[in-house]
C-alpha cells in the first residue's frame, strides 16, 4: 500500500457528474426489470399511483438531503449529520448500516452481471465473469475519484438515452405510427384494470417502487468530493423531479397502455431479459433486436449499481474511521486520496458475499440478501429525521434560512411524509408472513431492524451517548470547518 501523508478527500467531481450519479442512482433493474411485475400485480393504474406516491416521497427526501450537504458537504453524508444533529450512537449505526448495505449489494450486482453474460456467452463459466466485473469495479475506484464519476456519467447516458428512446417509440406505437393499430386506453380499462388488486395491491407494490428509487440518495455522499458542491447539489435535487416524471411515470405509462397488464411476460419469473416490459414494448413495434440491445443496457445499469455501490460504501467506512467510529486504518488515504483500505474491506465483503451463493442452499447469502433489504429505507428515514431537527435548531438559534446556499420547501411536511412513509414500507415488508405466522420468514425479512438497534443501541449504552439538545448544537463550528 501507497505511503501517504493525505487526510482528506479531493474535490474532483465535476457538476456533469454529479448530476448523472444522481440520474444513473434513479434508473436502474427497478424500472427495466421490475416495473412489469408492479404493472401485472397492481394494474396500470395502481403502479402509477405507486410510483408517483413513491417519486413524490422521494422529491422530498432529496430536498432534505439537498439543504443538509449543502450547509455540509461531507462524504459521511446523513451518518455525519445524524452524529452532529441527532445522537452520535444513530450516525453509527446508520454509518455501519450503509455500508453494510452496498457491501451486500455489490455482491448482488456482480452476481446478476455474471448471468446477464450468460445471454451471450452461456459456455462461460458464471464466476469468471463475477471476477471480472469485480476486478473491473475496483480498478475504477482505485484509480482515482475521477475514475468513478466518469465512469457513472457515462453509465448513466446510456440508461438515460435507452428510456429517451423507449417513450419515444412508445408513445409513435401507442398512436399507430410505428405499424399496427392504435390501442388508445384500452389497456387500462381491462377486466378490473385499471387498479387490479385494489388498495393492498398498490400498499404491495409501494416496496418494489421504493426499491427501485433506492440510490439516489447517492448524491450526497458524492457531495464531500464535489468541486462546488454548492452549486452541483441543488442542481441535481432540482432535476430530481423532472427523472422521476419522465424516466419513472411517463415509462410506466407506456407499458401500461401497450401491454396488457395480465400479460404472464410481465411477471418475468424466469428474470430473463426476454421478457423486460422494455423488450415487450420494443418487440410490439416491430424491433427485432430488442432483447439484445436490452441487455447490454440491463448490464450496464447493473455495473453501474455496482460501481456506485463500491464507491459509496467505501466513503462511508472511511468516515467512519475519521470519526473514530471504525478501525482507524479505514481511515488511511494513499496519494491520490482513495481511502483503499477501506475500499479493499468493501471488495472483500462483496466477494465473499458472492461466494456464499455458489455453496450449499444458498441460505447464507440469501439471508445476508434479505438483511440489507431494509437498509435504504433505515438510510431514509435517517434523512428526514436529520433534515427535521437540522431545520429545527437552526430556526431555534435565531439564524437566518435566507442564508442558507438551498432551503428545502414545503418544510415541515416533507420530512414528515418521508418519515412516515418509509416507516409503514419498513413495517409492511412481509405483512402477510406475519399474519399467516410464517416466522422464519419473518425473521429472514426484518433481520436488519435488530442488528441496526443493537449497533445503535449498543454504542449508546457503551459511549453513554446522549440526544444533542437543539440549542447545543455549533453551527459556527460547522461552518469554519467546512472552509
Known amino acids: 500500500m501507497e505511503s501517504t501523508g493525505q487526510t482528506s478527500l479531493q474535490r474532483k467531481l465535476k457538476t456533469r457528474h454529479m448530476s448523472m450519479i444522481a440520474i444513473g442512482g434513479a434508473i436502474g433493474t427497478g424500472l427495466f426489470v421490475a416495473s412489469g411485475k408492479v404493472i401485472h400485480d397492481a394494474g396500470p393504474g395502481g403502479a402509477l399511483v405507486s410510483y408517483i406516491v413513491i417519486g413524490i416521497m422521494v422529491y422530498f427526501l432529496m430536498t432534505s438531503l439537498g439543504e443538509l450537504t449543502t450547509f455540509m458537504p461531507v462524504s459521511g453524508s446523513f451518518s455525519t449529520y445524524s452524529t452532529k444533529f441527532v445522537d452520535p450512537a444513530l450516525g453509527v449505526a446508520l454509518g455501519w448500516n450503509y455500508w453494510y448495505n452496498w457491501a451486500i449489494t455489490l455482491a448482488v450486482d456482480i452476481a446478476t452481471g455474471s448471468m446477464l453474460m450468460e445471454y451471450w456467452f452461456d ?3 458464471s464466476i469468471v465473469w463475477s471476477a471480472l466485473f469485480l476486478i473491473l469495479l475496483f480498478g475504477l475506484n482505485y484509480i482515482s475519484v475521477k475514475g468513478y464519476g466518469e465512469s457513472e456519467y457515462w453509465f448513466a447516458f446510456i440508461k438515460v438515452a435507452t428510456v429517451v428512446i423507449f417513450l419515444i417509440i ?8 410505428m405499424g399496427g393499430e392504435a390501442v388508445g386506453f384500452k389497456n387500462f380499462t381491462l377486466d378490473d384494470g385499471p ?3 385494489g388498495f393492498f ?3 404491495g407494490v409501494f416496496m418494489v417502487a421504493g426499491f427501485s428509487f433506492q440510490g439516489t440518495e447517492i448524491v450526497g455522499v458524492a457531495a464531500g468530493e464535489s468541486e ?4 452541483s447539489v441543488p442542481k441535481s435535487v432540482k432535476q430530481v423531479f423532472w427523472r422521476i416524471l419522465l424516466f419513472y411515470i411517463l415509462a410506466i405509462l407506456v407499458i401500461g397502455l401497450l401491454i396488457p397488464y395480465n400479460d404472464p411476460r410481465l411477471l418475468n419469473e424466469s428474470e430473463s431479459v426476454a421478457y423486460s416490459p422494455f423488450t415487450l414494448v420494443f418487440d410490439r413495434a416491430g424491433l427485432a433486436f ?10 450496464t445499469s447493473v455495473l453501474s449499481a455496482g460501481n456506485s455501490g463500491m464507491y459509496v460504501a467505501t466513503r462511508m467506512l472511511w468516515s467512519l474511521a475519521k470519526e473514530g467510529q471504525a478501525p482507524k486504518i479505514f481511515a488511511m488515504l494513499n496519494k491520490r486520496s482513495i481511502p483503499v483500505p477501506a475500499l479493499l474491506l468493501t471488495t472483500l465483503v462483496g466477494a465473499l458475499t458472492f461466494l456464499s451463493s455458489l455453496f450449499g442452499d444458498k441460505t447464507v447469502y440469501t439471508w445476508l440478501i434479505n438483511a440489507s433489504g431494509l437498509s435504504g429505507f433505515i438510510a431514509w428515514v435517517g434523512i428526514a429525521i436529520c433534515h427535521y431537527r437540522f431545520r429545527k435548531a437552526y430556526v431555534a438559534q435565531g439564524l437566518d434560512l435566507n442564508d442558507l446556499p438551498y432551503r428545502a420547501k414545503w418544510f415541515p411536511f416533507g420530512p414528515i411524509f418521508a418519515f412516515a412513509l418509509c416507516m409503514i414500507i419498513i413495517l409492511g415488508q412481509n405483512y402477510e408472513a406475519i399474519l399467516q405466522g410464517k416466522w422464519l420468514d419473518v425473521m429472514s425479512t426484518y433481520i436488519t431492524l435488530p442488528i441496526f438497534l443493537l449497533i445503535w443501541l449498543g454504542y449508546k449504552f457503551a459511549k453513554k451517548t446522549k440526544v444533542v439538545p437543539i440549542d447545543q448544537i455549533d453551527f459556527d463550528a460547522i461552518r469554519k470547518e467546512m472552509k
Open 123 to 125: 459456455s462461460v463459466d
Open 290 to 299: 430488442a432483447a439484445s440491445v436490452m441487455n447490454a443496457v440491463i448490464l
Open 201 to 203: 395491491a398498490i400498499l
Open 228 to 231: 462546488d458542491p454548492k452549486k
Open 195 to 197: 387498479f387490479h388488486g
Open 170 to 177: 412508445g408513445v409513435l406505437t401507442i398512436i399507430g405510427l
